[in-house]
C-alpha cells in the first residue's frame, strides 16, 4: 500500500486548491492519505522564508493572489476574492478539529476539506470556536466531543510533533507531500506526486555548495 504523508495548515489557500485533486489521486492509485497538519508560520521561517509583512507587494499580489485566482479556476474551487477576512487569527483550533478524527480515513479527508473549504469559499474564522461545531455537525460529527478532543493534550503533542517532524525534513511550504520519502511542494506537483506511485523516480544524485 502506497502512503502519502501530507503537511499542510489548515487556512492554506494551496491545500484548499489541492485536496479534491489529492484525495482523487489516492483513490485511483490506492494510496492511504496521512495528515499531518501543522502550524505554518515557524516551519516555512525554520527554512528561511520571509514572514508574509516582509515580502514585497509584487510576490504577495503574483503568488497570493493571481495564482490563486488561476489555480481556483483550473481545479473548479471558488475562492473569495481577497485574502480572508480572518486569515490571521489562531487555526490550531480547526488543526485539532481535523486531527481529532485521528491521521487517515475519509472521515478525515472530509473534514480537511471543510475546514479549508470554510475559509477560502465562505470567509470563515477558524479560530471560532461555533464557526467549527457548525462544520463539525455538517459533517456529521458530535460538534462538542470532537472540540473536547480537538484541545485536549494528546492532539497538542502531535500537533507539535508534526511541526518537530516538518521543520526536521525540510517542509518549505503548505502543502507539502512525501511518497516513499521524496518530498513534493505545492499543489502544482500533484501530477509528479500520482507519477511517484506509479513509478517512482529515480533517487536524487544532486549535490549543492554549502550556503550561509
Known amino acids: 500500500m502506497h502512503v502519502i504523508e501530507y503537511f499542510y495548515s489548515a487556512h492554506s489557500a494551496f491545500a484548499y486548491l489541492g485536496h479534491a485533486r489529492l484525495c482523487d489521486i489516492c483513490l485511483a492509485e490506492g494510496a492511504t492519505l496521512v495528515h499531518r497538519p501543522i502550524p505554518l508560520s515557524p516551519v516555512v521561517e525554520a527554512q528561511g522564508s520571509l514572514p508574509f509583512a516582509a515580502r514585497t507587494q509584487a510576490?504577495?499580489?503574483?503568488?497570493?493572489?493571481?495564482?490563486?485566482?488561476?489555480?481556483a479556476e483550473?481545479?473548479?474551487r471558488p475562492v473569495v476574492p481577497y485574502r480572508p477576512t480572518h486569515h490571521d487569527a489562531d487555526y490550531a483550533l480547526?488543526?485539532?478539529?481535523?486531527?481529532?478524527?485521528g491521521d487517515r480515513g475519509d472521515a478525515v479527508d472530509a473534514m480537511a476539506d471543510a475546514v479549508l473549504t470554510a475559509h477560502w469559499r465562505d470567509d470563515a474564522d477558524l479560530s471560532?470556536?461555533?464557526t467549527l461545531a457548525k462544520i463539525a455537525t455538517a459533517q456529521g460529527q458530535d460538534a462538542e466531543a470532537l472540540l473536547a478532543l480537538a484541545t485536549g493534550p494528546e492532539v497538542a503533542e502531535r500537533y507539535a510533533a508534526n511541526a518537530a517532524e516538518a521543520i526536521a525534513r525540510g517542509v518549505l511550504?503548505?502543502?507539502?507531500?512525501f511518497?516513499?520519502?521524496?518530498?513534493?511542494?505545492?499543489?502544482?506537483?500533484?501530477?509528479m506526486v500520482a507519477r511517484a506511485l506509479r513509478q517512482p523516480f529515480a533517487p536524487t544524485r544532486w549535490t549543492n555548495p554549502?550556503?550561509?
Not at 59 to 71: K, N, P, Q, S
Not at 94 to 101: E, N
Not at 179 to 191: C, H, K, S, T
Open 59 to 71: 510576490h504577495v499580489d503574483y503568488f497570493f493572489g493571481r495564482e490563486i485566482e488561476r489555480w
Open 74 to 76: 483550473e481545479r473548479d
Open 94 to 101: 480547526a488543526s485539532g478539529l481535523i486531527m481529532a478524527l
Open 128 to 130: 471560532d470556536r461555533v
Open 173 to 177: 511550504g503548505s502543502p507539502t507531500y
Open 179 to 191: 511518497v516513499n520519502g521524496d518530498p513534493f511542494y505545492g499543489q502544482d506537483r500533484l501530477a
Open 210 to 212: 554549502s550556503v550561509g
